[in-house]
């Protein structure tokens, strides 16, 4: 009886422990039910999606994810470039909170919480897949990523254009991940192809003939294609919230915009919005929605909590078939005001209604036109606009007001003054702007400009030249264009020009932090060590978290024989960036360099360990490669080093060291005819850029080796 009874009490006490627990587990198990996936293209209009419209591009696989979720048609960023753009999204607040305004000279600030590092607390794992350069880790939104692979190999970013990598890379290497987590997950991939240059690889460029950017399009639905299929194949949509958007358009000519970050039309701030999960029943939504509607959306849809600074909406209502509450939509483009000093441009959508403050105020009724073809600012009372501006502002300006460029802590200011780092030189900062300031007043020059990067990146180098020397002749101020005429100067090896249209550039614009830094680099590059060491130390007191700098500073002092202060350049640059092969590179030449001089052994294995490290992260960096080879001759390690030598000439035939560097090895292993052909190829190609004592040393090896094998020609 006792037996029966205490079993009774235990079935009861069981029964209630699962009754209590129940609820939490259930609770539990639907906050980590579904993984999310994040999906941005870089430059994507939403016209030219074929779920969007018929007219353009043909996006198969985009298409069926909006068949089986939700389409927003009137989708918004609050601002026309890439980095401002993510970090609307992330951190799910406008740029008047995190203070994030443009691609230069803004980090993400670690004070704030992304969306990544909610999700890690919450027990996701993370991970990051980003196609190019301006979403680089150095620009913070590596934070709460577990892993942020943005390895883009070996190259520097140039003026023209961004380093990029193409979608289907982008997806591979997100599948790796995929392929090795335990749910739930959020992955974020990022493809940059749409953004100029338009150059899409077969077949899409034959198939889509003159419309470069369509086909770019087209490819980039291909590559997700893959990622969609593995999705599906997995079984992985059953439990898996997918968000696809843009950081924003492009303009393609409409109001005389060539590309996108200059105006704030609909042409280059409106994206597309896919919104798919599980349950979700399809549809298309009109009611205007913004990008800082992502981060609550989120939460709401996998039911973990919303932090409370977050600025945008959760879009669940609207899944749900109801509607949002009216408000104003924030938007910004001061990427002009940044870089040029003109005039800002912000404004608002509300509904159905546009205002866009500026020196030329403009107004537009979106309904009747979307395309913003009819300025009405004349016929309303712009002040009743300008006051509502003004308290949207107010209300999501970060509380304290604080400055959101990248600043240098007090440990970081004192190391850099002791070195003689810092100078009290500050930017003068405009702050009365009238109509010869407005953006369309200027629109000409900035049209000029995009001219001459289109005739650079057509090869009409001469034609680039003459457009970018007839803005500096109008616009002194207009700092981009002395540091691209010297970018096509040195192209054309015209060293000298380079140098001197950027002393120019610096003088008009003696706080320009671009003309410093192009300055610096030309500088190495010509051998004026001392000099470029003192503009690029000029430069970091403005920006210290430029690995580019500090690499180019590390070279010069190289150069000029101060290997310590080289090695802690290049160190620099490793903890801004470790995944920067060139600063490894450089490192492990700065270890060669001191084990040729000293025959110590432990530099030797530093330089080794540091060139297989730029190969690691880069295995088509021939400039590695050389670097290796070169060690493992100094060593006598002569087969290791022409494996090395040979390595680079066939990932870059016209690369000069190695193939002299080969014609001396095959001379030293007796095979004399290859050493011949080397040295003749080196010859043909290199010579001219000789000194007249190399010259003459070429000269006489080769007339030597000629003698030996009796070829007399």
């Given at each position: ?596 001089k000293s025959k110590n052994d432990k530099n030797f294995w530093n330089a ?53 560097n080969l014609g001396l090895a095959y001379l030293i292993q007796g095979d ?42």
């Amino acid at each position: 009886m006792r037996r029966k009874c205490r079993c009774k009490i235990l079935y009861i006490f069981l029964l209630c422990l699962v009754t209590v627990l129940h609820p939490l587990a259930q609770a539990d198990s639907r906050s980590t039910k579904f993984n999310l996936c994040l999906i941005t293209i870089d430059t994507l209009r939403p016209d030219r999606l074929s779920c969007y419209s018929k007219d353009h591009a043909i996006t198969p696989n985009i298409d069926k994810l909006a068949e089986r979720g939700v389409l927003f048609t009137r989708a918004f960023a609050h601002t026309p470039t890439t980095l401002p753009s993510h970090t609307n999204i992330f951190l799910g607040t406008t740029p008047l909170h995190h203070g994030v305004h443009d691609n230069s000279n803004f980090v993400v600030d670690e004070d704030f919480l992304t969306l990544a590092e909610h999700l890690k607390k919450r027990g996701y794992s993370t991970a990051a897949f980003v196609g190019a350069f301006p979403l680089d880790s150095r620009f913070g939104l590596t934070q709460g990523f577990d892993l942020y692979d943005d390895n883009y190999g070996g190259k520097s970013n140039q003026e023209f254009s961004y380093v990029e990598r193409r979608a289907e890379v982008v997806v591979e290497k997100a599948l790796r991940w995929l392929k090795a987590q335990k749910n739930p997950w959020f992955v974020w991939v990022h493809c940059f192809d749409p953004h100029q240059r338009y150059d899409p690889p077969e077949p899409f460029k034959t198939q889509y003939g003159g419309h470069s950017y369509d086909g770019e399009i087209a490819y980039t639905d291909f590559a997700l294609g893959k990622f969609f299929d593995y999705l599906g194949s997995e079984n992985l949509l059953d439990n898996t919230v997918i968000i696809f958007t843009a950081d924003h358009g492009e303009s393609l000519g409409q109001h005389g915009e060539k590309t996108h970050g200059y105006f704030a039309y609909n042409a280059t701030i409106r994206v597309p919005l896919i919104i798919s999960y599980p349950g979700i029943k399809p549809d298309r939504i009109e009611q205007p929605v913004c990008h800082t509607d992502i981060f609550p959306s989120v939460c709401d849809i996998i039911e973990v909590d919303k932090p409370s600074h977050l600025q945008g909406l959760s879009l669940l209502p609207l899944l749900k078939g109801k509607k949002l509450p009216e408000r104003l939509i924030y938007f910004e483009s001061l990427y002009p005001f940044y870089t040029r000093g003109w005039a800002p441009l912000r404004g608002f959508i509300q509904n159905n209604r546009k205002f866009i403050d500026s020196p030329i105020p403009e107004f537009y009724d979106l309904e009747k036109d979307f395309d913003e073809l009819e300025n009405l600012a004349l016929t309303k009372d712009i002040k009743i606009y300008e006051n509502s501006l003004e308290r949207l502002i107010e209300e999501q300006s970060y509380a304290d007001k604080k400055e959101r460029r990248k600043s240098i802590n007090r440990e970081t200011l004192q190391k850099l003054r002791s070195l003689g780092y810092i100078t009290d030189h500050q930017a003068p900062e405009k702050t009365v702007f009238t109509e010869k300031d407005d953006l369309k007043t200027l629109l000409p020059y900035q049209d000029k400009l995009m001219a001459a990067i289109k005739a650079y990146d057509g090869g009409r180098l001469e034609e680039s030249i003459k457009l970018l020397e007839e803005i500096i002749a109008e616009r002194k101020d207009l700092s981009q264009a002395y540091s691209y005429l010297a970018t096509v100067y040195k192209e054309q090896r015209k060293l000298k020009e380079a140098l001197e249209i950027l002393r120019k550039g610096l003088t008009n614009n003696p706080s320009d932090y671009k003309i410093m830094e192009t300055y610096g680099i030309v500088l190495t590059e010509v051998g004026e060590y001392h000099k470029a060491v003192e503009i690029l130390k000029n430069a970091l007191s403005y920006i210290d978290y430029d690995p580019e700098i500090w690499n180019y500073l590390g070279v010069a002092y190289w150069k000029k024989g101060d290997f310590e202060h080289a090695r802690d350049a290049f160190t620099k640059v490793l903890s801004i960036d470790g995944n920067y092969p060139i600063a490894f590179h450089n490192l492990g030449s700065l270890y060669l360099s001191q084990y040729i001089k000293s025959k110590n052994d432990k530099n030797f294995w530093n330089a080794i360990l540091n060139f297989k490290k730029a190969l690691e992260l880069d295995p088509n960096y021939a400039e590695a490669y050389n670097g290796l080879g070169t060690a493992y001759g100094q060593a006598g390690r002569m087969e290791a080093a022409i494996h090395c030598w040979e390595r680079a000439v066939e990932l870059n035939p016209d690369y000069g060291f190695p193939l002299y560097n080969l014609g001396l090895a095959y001379l030293i292993q007796g095979d004399k005819g290859k050493a011949l052909m080397c040295l003749n190829k080196y010859k043909r190609e290199h010579y001219g850029y000789l000194s007249g004592k190399d010259k003459a040393k070429l000269d006489d090896l080769i007339e030597k080796v000629n003698k030996i094998t009796g070829n007399h020609d």
